[in-house]
């Protein structure tokens, strides 16, 4: 059974009604392109087909209820929250991310609060929400999330994605953004968010955040006898939340020393005079986000060319940018790329934020199997938990998914 249908089953279950509608979106890997996108910089993710889906339906009360199905279908019910009441703070734990949706679309105008229109506040939402992105696996699973709420919501209120007078997507990721920085409290770029919503089945997209312009760059491993493993190493670190704020005001001071308005403004070429300019703890910062920058661009040139094969090398450097000069990996990480490398993978680095989560490699189908081993065994010999191990096909972004009724209503249209 898909999302969709688990969450439309639990709805009723819970509600004892069907819902309006359900809306999922996925979660990501990024090929490359990592800690670039609060610099302004370049990224190349895809979608996973892992997705979180939000079964929905109107209330009558101005309360967001919101029931999440675990992996073995019982239902969590967080308390109701009034959609009116909503301030940065007044949610805490999971439920701040749908939460946090609601109130940064109600900041837009879409104030699900107030679903009823003439009749005032007295609208919110019963939301049961299904998914299979890996939890805490680097791989977005909390912007599925949030980014599957804000269809939800929007849909609810009239504003069905891609329709005449819907937002759009990428406007709808930066409100996403809004609520995870402001609501949530957790300083992410666009990256996620815009993969979850943007992505497309079969392709990369290239997207520069400064200017939101995009591309869905093809990348069909399979028929280059290519693949990308998934290695969720299964760790996480404490680090992981502190680090990222601390990287990212490094970034905004080293721009602010350099004189421009983000890292994106260093050229490759000007980065050793750059360097040379600033203090010790920050030039490595901005030497791996000139550099990744540089290589999101390679790596897109040698897929417009067809030359797949060849990003392998760009993919490490990556990793090693990340390593050495953001010091963002870990022991988990690490081992995983080293064993990957070593088993003959053309590439492979860490994903996503880090101290923990997952690692991709590039290789050939022909030695996955090799490689799976080689990681499986490293990890065996260090003691540490086996990974999650999957090869990765980019699937397709955020939407309506059909339901039972949807079918039903399309065949009545038909027949009459
Ligand atoms: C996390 C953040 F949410 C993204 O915005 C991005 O910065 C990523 O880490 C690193 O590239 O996933």
Redesign the pocket.
């Known amino acids: 059974m898909n999302q969709a249908h688990r969450a439309a089953k639990a709805f009723l279950a819970q509600h004892g009604r069907a819902p309006l509608g359900v809306w999922s979106a996925p979660g990501r890997v990024?090929l490359i392109g990592?800690?670039?996108?609060?610099n302004d910089g370049f990224v190349l993710p895809f979608a996973l087909p892992h997705r979180i889906a939000v079964a929905a339906a109107p209330r009558e009360d101005g309360l967001l209820a919101v029931t999440t199905i675990s992996d073995n279908g019982r239902a969590q019910p967080a308390a109701p929250v009034a959609v009116a009441d909503l301030e940065p703070g007044s949610v805490t734990g999971w439920p701040a991310y749908p939460s946090g949706v609601a109130w940064a679309l109600r900041r837009q105008g879409y104030d699900i609060g107030a679903l009823g229109g003439d009749i005032g506040a007295m609208g919110g939402a019963d939301l049961v929400i299904a998914g299979d992105v890996p939890a805490g696996a680097?791989l977005?699973s909390s912007?599925a999330l949030e980014c599957a709420v804000a269809l939800a919501l929007l849909g609810l209120l009239g504003h069905e994605l891609d329709a005449g007078d819907a937002p759009s997507r990428q406007q709808i990721a930066r409100w996403v953004q809004h609520s995870e920085n402001d609501f949530v409290g957790a300083p992410?770029?666009?990256?996620?968010q815009t993969a979850s919503l943007c992505c497309t089945k079969g392709n990369v997209l290239f997207l520069d955040v400064r200017s939101g312009e995009s591309e869905q760059v093809p990348f069909d491993a399979a028929a280059e006898d290519l693949a990308v493993l998934v290695i969720d190493t299964r760790a996480s670190h404490s680090l992981a939340d502190s680090a990222?704020g601390e990287r990212r005001r490094g970034c905004e001071r080293a721009a602010e020393l350099l004189g421009v308005a983000a890292l994106r403004d260093v050229a490759v070429d000007d980065l050793p005079s750059a360097l040379g300019r600033l203090p010790g703890e920050l030039a490595p910062l901005a030497r791996h986000v000139v550099t990744e920058n540089a290589r999101v661009l390679e790596t897109v040139e040698l897929l417009r060319a067809g030359k797949m094969a060849q990003i392998g090398p760009l993919l490490t450097a990556s990793h090693e940018s990340l390593r050495d000069d953001y010091r963002i990996s870990c022991a988990e990480l690490d081992v995983a790329v080293d064993a990957a490398l070593s088993a003959g993978a053309l590439g492979a680095r860490m994903v996503?934020?880090g101290f923990g989560g997952s690692a991709i490699a590039l290789a050939s189908t022909a030695i996955l199997d090799d490689v799976r081993r080689a990681v499986n065994a490293a990890y065996s010999e260090r003691a540490f938990t086996l990974p999650r191990l999957f090869v990765a096909v980019p699937a397709a972004g955020a939407g309506r998914d059909e339901t039972a009724e949807d079918r039903q209503t399309d065949k009545n249209e038909h027949d009459a």
């Open positions: 990024n990592e800690h670039t996108d609060y680097g977005s912007h992410t770029g666009l990256l996620d990222y996503g934020g």
